[in-house]
């Protein structure tokens, strides 16, 4: 039977004593000691079990260690291991150690990283990123970042600038006046753009059906030839990285015909502008600089924890200007103040443990990081090639799409692979085809692992076979 405690004793305590750190502590270590053997995926019983936290808000407080203790017994079996070694699905990334050190430290710094008043640190470490950030990517020198929480909400705000510049030239003040009897700008992007960039043009006002869309060959690429006229009321959206198939658009080619228009051009590079940071790879990023804004995650290639995107934006007066903010408590300085450059007024601090992953690998581990990406999902598509399945793209960065010839057996085949947990991939509708998709996104995948995988897709297919 619980009882009534005086709270603040109680959590005075918690502080003094830190035995709940600690328990929470051992049981993070006993997690990571079993990360490279568990089951990918959480057990039917593990997920059952967890009706145990359907409750009535509980009337009084409930023991610290309990909590802890119950998180571990019941939450830590119905996680989804993507940061073990074999965990292929969505394009998800793994975490560097320093990283994830670096978050529990500042964890309990507990940062608000709205203003400079309200954490220099995380300021600090904000501008530094920021540099690091346009020197990977080799982006023009007055490029600013925004710190938010993934690429969904990094579009949004390059979009958002997007429609105050092409406004402002129309001599239209968008924040003041909206929608209603503006101007038409136009919005173009590729057929094969992700959902994301649809849903925040969407949310921005645009309407999905006022987009023109532009034809994509057989590996998702804009066919540069098929884009319209452009002109300096135009937004172009340009992607890096397919979410299915890996591809790039043209950027050169296409960033110059459009800056000869004076379009804008925004570019979702969430998973594939990394390949910029890999010697091997950064031909596929060729132009990117060219273009007006970017938006790319730090959770996905990079294997920074998750909640971490960046928009990345070469008119930071128009970045600034469309998430514009003012209030008289707001107390603004000679620094950087991190609520300028996103929606979000109170954000953690994510700039302090993206720093950490930064500095750990330095441009040498960087470029090995992401080329051993593609390394690994090289190997993994001839392994399977000389299984006899069929890849359906070109392995030009992580992605990887299997068919096992008729949509049946495909789908029959990823279901026992999936069932059988030794490693995790999602499907998707890859032109006329079911596919299974594979991204090979964290740095803890080795080639054993993917010979491990590749051994369940072979086994998976016999069972579909028979079954
Ligand atoms: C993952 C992804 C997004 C969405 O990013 P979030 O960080 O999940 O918001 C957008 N575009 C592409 C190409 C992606 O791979």
């Known amino acids: ?53 359907d409750e009535k808000f509980p009337d009084l407080s409930c023991s610290p260690k309990l909590i802890i203790d119950l998180m571990h017994e019941y939450g830590s079996p119905a996680t989804v291991s993507i940061t073990g070694g074999r965990y292929f699905g969505f394009v998800n990334g793994g975490v560097i150690p320093t990283s994830l050190a670096a978050k529990l430290l500042a964890d309990f710094w ?19 990123v920021e540099k690091w950030l346009v020197d990977i990517f080799r982006l023009p020198e007055n490029t600013v970042a925004g710190f938010v929480s993934g690429t969904s909400s990094a579009t949004l705000c390059g979009l958002a600038a997007a429609r105050y510049r092409m406004f402002s030239r129309l001599g239209w003040d968008f924040n003041a006046k909206g929608f209603i009897n503006a101007p038409k700008i136009r919005i173009i992007t590729g057929s094969h753009e992700h959902s994301t960039v649809f849903k925040m043009i969407s949310i921005l006002g645009f309407g999905k059906d006022n987009t023109e869309i532009v034809n994509t060959d057989c590996q998702g690429k804009i066919v540069p030839g098929e884009i319209p006229d452009l002109d300096e009321s135009t ?33 979702d590079g969430a998973f594939g502008l990394w390949a910029a940071g890999s010697e091997k790879l950064k031909y596929l990023t060729k132009g990117i600089e060219k273009a007006n804004s970017w938006s790319v995650d730090c959770h996905k290639t990079l294997n920074a924890p998750y909640d971490s995107g960046i928009i990345l934006c070469k008119d930071k007066d128009a970045l600034i200007s469309s998430l514009q903010n003012v209030g008289s ?36 581990g960087l470029d090995e990081l992401i080329t051993g990406l593609h390394k690994r999902a090289v190997q993994f598509a001839n392994e399977l090639k000389e299984n006899e399945f069929e890849i359906l793209n070109d392995v030009v960065f992580n992605q990887v799409l299997v068919s096992c010839g008729t949509d049946n057996l495909t789908k029959k085949t990823l279901k026992f692979i999936q069932e059988m947990r030794v490693c995790w991939c999602g499907s998707a509708q890859w032109l006329d085809k079911f596919v299974i998709r594979i991204s090979v996104c964290s740095w803890a995948t080795t080639q054993d692992d993917i010979a491990e995988s590749v051994r369940s897709f072979v086994r998976a297919r016999k069972m579909a076979m028979i079954n």
């Open 1 to 53: 039977m619980a009882e009534k405690i005086n709270l603040s004793e109680n959590m005075f305590s918690q502080i003094r004593e830190k035995e709940i750190f600690i328990r929470a502590k051992d049981h993070a270590f006993d997690y990571i000691d079993n990360i490279f053997k568990r089951n990918v995926y959480p057990t039917e019983q593990a997920i059952e079990n967890l009706v145990i936290f």
């Open 110 to 128: 507990d940062q608000n990283s709205v203003l400079y008043v309200t954490s220099p640190i995380a300021s600090k470490l904000e501008s530094v």
């Open 235 to 267: 937004i172009l959206i340009l992607q890096a990285g397919n979410v299915n198939s890996g591809s790039f658009d043209e950027f050169d080619e296409i960033c110059e015909k459009a800056n000869r228009a004076n379009a804008w051009v925004h570019i």
């Open 329 to 364: 408590y707001i107390i603004l300085s000679n620094e950087r103040d991190g609520m300028l450059y996103t929606p979000e007024m109170s954000r953690r601090a994510r700039s302090i443990e993206l720093w950490a992953a930064l500095k750990y690998l330095g441009r040498d």
